[in-house]
């Protein structure tokens, strides 16, 4: 599958890149007077800086995106990921459009990720999509662009077109196809870098990434292939880990993190987002707490010993969340192999 990929490099691919010593990271400097004077990044192929501190977006609130994301920036969070299928881009816009009004950043500071649904593969619908979550941010253009999956659903405007069964209704699009149109939206400046989301090592990734799935073996890939991986769910979804692992807690409630966290005085978000980073992953989380937000992103300000990532490295099961049986049929199904 790589060589099918081949022809996506001359356009500077957000994941084919050198990730800088993971342990102590490139250094941004942004300009909010509140926040202390750095960001830590990493290099892109194409020589864009990439904070390996990201704010998730996905099931906030309505009424809720626009002030949350205003919080982060404020506390120095320069790396929002946000995505069409979310419904909330025209909040997120506005929460960087108005940090920008206010001087706190510039838009040069701040790196904005969102990603192309299923039922936009279709070539003709690429680059229109992606002009239209431009205008739902109110922004000339996003850092990184990426489809958020490689199957393709029935196209138009319903997220998840079913049949009269209530089972979704395939495209038959390929995303090499879909790429081609993604590197069009490179040319027409509509977006700096793409990529690929929830993609498996053979079709070649943005992936889950928590302690009970820590994607060892698809980083180790990542690594080897030069390319740079964002994991989602970093806490392991702790409302529905439960799904895939009956009586067992969530990642923030484990027992080694927990044990680390307070012989190292810290949180568990902040162990699990210190050891995501260690192992050269860009962790997403996302909080509406305004207090999370800053803890969530402390954790820049400290590093675990190697003995302490191979312990947390030993509670790792495996177990993923966002699974998706249901769309197991589909030829781009991602997770029938072991990565």
């Not at 009269?164 to 081609?180: A, E, F, L, M, Q």
């Amino acid at each position: 599958m790589l060589e099918r990929m081949s022809f996506c490099s001359a356009v500077g691919i957000y994941r084919i890149g050198s990730i800088r010593q993971v342990s102590v990271p490139r250094l941004l400097r942004v300009t909010s007077p509140s926040v202390r004077n750095m960001a830590q990044t990493v290099k892109l192929n194409n020589g864009y800086e990439f904070p390996v501190l990201g704010l998730g977006t996905y099931k906030s609130n309505p009424g809720e995106a626009e002030q949350i994301v205003k919080d982060a920036i404020d506390i120095g969070y320069r790396h929002i990921d946000c995505a069409k299928f979310y419904e909330n881009e025209k909040e997120v816009g506005a929460g960087i459009r108005a940090k920008i009004a206010e001087g706190v950043i510039k838009r040069e500071d701040i790196f904005v990720t969102s990603k192309l649904w299923n039922t936009y593969h279709a070539p003709h619908m690429v680059v229109p999509t992606c002009k239209r979550t431009l205008s739902d941010l109110g922004l000339d253009y996003v850092n990184l662009y990426l489809i958020h999956w490689p199957h393709a659903f029935k196209e138009g405007d319903v997220f998840l077109p079913k049949d009269s069964s209530g089972n979704i209704i395939y495209s038959d699009v390929d995303y090499v196809d879909t790429w081609k149109e993604m590197e069009e939206c490179v040319k027409q400046g509509l977006t700096k870098s793409i990529g690929l989301s929830n993609f498996n090592s053979q079709q070649i990734q943005r992936v889950e990434c928590h302690p009970y799935l820590n994607q060892t073996k698809l980083i180790d890939f990542c690594k080897k292939e030069g390319l740079v991986v964002t994991g989602y769910s970093p806490f392991g979804g702790p409302a529905s880990i439960a799904l895939t692992i009956p009586d067992a807690p969530a990642p923030l409630k484990d027992a080694k993190i927990k044990e680390l966290a307070e012989k190292r005085g810290k949180t568990p978000a902040q162990i699990i987002l210190r050891y995501l980073i260690q192992h050269g992953v860009v962790p997403i989380p996302k909080s509406s707490n305004k207090n999370r937000l800053q803890e969530n992103f402390d954790a820049l300000k400290f590093e675990l010993t190697p003995e302490e990532v191979a312990e947390i490295d030993a509670i790792n099961t495996n177990t993923r969340i966002c699974i998706k049986t249901e769309l197991s049929d589909h030829k781009h199904y991602p997770f029938s192999l072991e990565f």
